[in-house]
């Protein structure tokens, strides 16, 4: 028995799987069908009253196929199994944020005032990725765990640490290195296309080396909506996958235009910087279905699959988003040079490096402490309160002091971890 709580195996979590799909779980993809249709109608009609009801109507449509695309997403775990179905449920969970950024980036080629929300709708998602999800998913796992510890399964300290499964310390270490790396933005001031290969190069190398590594555990059954889609037959699952992918994936991408405009356009009507807007606003919208799916693996009992899907989804944003910006900013008609940083954007990247590096130095040990989540949530909430150019450079300089003493701390852990994405899948680095 562990002294931290990870993921239990099936004969520890009474999780059963739907027997069939039914009527109910249609009415949840009808429901969000009906709010993604008034943004398609508005866009084959060439419908704009004003921005904050394209704000509402756009705005709804994403976060309704966003649902679609987390449930699909999860279902087809059935299908694909490993580390890299974790990978690729990360990386479509945030397609619906990977739109309107691109847009934006996109945008800028042709209109300099643009540069700026690539970088705002980057930095936001990460930062609220680390700052809010990963504590949530923390809380909740160890909440859960009490209910373990009271029935003996567990011992108390379980309600104190999650422990992440060995199999994330690839992702972990792909992320240390990433973290690391990203300091160069600030430095350059920008995000030249060759960088942007070398990053998209990264992710390339993270997916093969995903689909390398097998799972610590039990495969564990679906259940809610993703295990009325897994329980269909074969054929009518993948067709019905197929379909949701497509239909989630039509309404995303035509209505990120207008959605992402619509933000910018709110933010004057309504007297609210439009920078803020978009680098707090859009990632709440494109992103809370990830952290529903995240949350609901917690509420299970399986918190090690919690928390990595919302590594590797920081992993993708530092990797194929970063990297993808210069080359829409590019094909948008910029300068091949890439994507050029103000000094608002060069702080903002500086502060999301810092947070993320003190995150690994978290993790690095695959313990994740209830204290530790706190001290990640405080931070997060600080950085509201901090806005001058002065304070946030300060806010960064504590990120890296915290994280260098928990990374003295956790010092054993930092030579695994770092070269975890170059050691074969039979190293010990992945095994108990």
Excluded at 197 to 212: C, D, G, N
Excluded at 226 to 241: D, E, F, H, K, V
Aim: charged share 10%; glycine share 8%.
């Amino acid at each position: 028995m562990t002294d931290t709580l990870s993921t239990p195996s099936t004969s520890s979590v009474p999780i059963v799987p739907a027997a069939r799909m039914g009527a109910s779980a249609w009415g949840r993809i009808a429901v969000c069908i009906v709010l993604a249709l008034p943004a398609v109608v508005f866009r084959l009609g060439g419908f704009a009253p004003n921005p904050l009801v394209d704000l509402l109507v756009f705005g709804g449509a994403v976060v309704a196929a966003s649902f679609l695309l987390a449930w699909a997403a999860e279902a087809a775990q059935k299908d694909i199994a490993g580390a890299l179905a974790i990978a690729i449920l990360a990386l479509i969970a945030v397609l619906p944020e990977y739109a309107v950024d691109l847009y934006y980036a996109f945008r800028s080629g042709s209109d300099a005032a643009y540069e700026q929300f690539a970088a705002a709708n980057m930095t936001g998602s990460n930062r609220l990725l680390l700052g809010f999800g990963w504590p949530l998913v923390v809380v909740i796992s160890l909440l859960v765990a009490r209910r373990f510890v009271r029935e003996g399964s567990m011992p108390p300290i379980a309600t104190k640490v999650l422990s992440l499964e060995r199999s994330a310390r690839l992702d972990v270490g792909f992320l240390a290195l990433l973290a690391l790396v990203a300091f160069l933005i600030p430095l350059m001031g920008s995000i030249p296309m060759w960088f942007g290969f070398v990053l998209l190069a990264a992710f390339v190398v993270y997916l093969w080396r995903a689909s390398q590594v097998s799972d610590d555990g039990d495969d564990e059954p679906l259940v809610g909506m993703a295990g009325n889609i897994a329980s269909m037959p074969q054929r009518a699952r993948r067709w019905t996958l197929v379909a949701l992918f497509v239909v989630a994936a039509a309404v995303i991408l035509s209505s990120a235009e207008p959605f992402a405009d619509a933000l910018v356009q709110s933010g004057s009507a309504l007297g609210i910087d439009s920078y803020f807007l978009v680098q707090w606003l859009a990632p709440l919208a494109t992103e809370a279905p990830e952290f529903i799916v995240a949350a609901l693996f917690a509420l299970r009992g399986m918190g090690g699959a919690a928390i990595g899907t919302l590594i590797a989804s920081k992993v993708n944003q530092w990797s194929l988003l970063v990297g993808s910006l210069p080359i829409a900013h590019v094909l948008g008609g910029g300068t091949t040079g890439g994507l050029p940083l103000d000094g608002r954007q060069v702080e903002e990247f500086m502060l999301t490096a810092s947070q993320t590096v003190l995150g690994v130095a978290i993790i690095i040990a695959l313990r994740f402490h209830r204290w530790s989540a706190i001290a990640l949530a405080v931070l997060f909430a600080v950085q509201f309160a901090v806005t001058d150019t002065n304070g946030r450079w300060v806010l960064s300089v504590v990120h890296l002091v915290a994280a260098v003493v928990v990374l003295w701390i956790n010092r054993r852990d930092i030579v695994p971890t770092v070269t975890a994405p170059f050691r074969r899948p039979s190293s010990p680095v992945f095994r108990d």
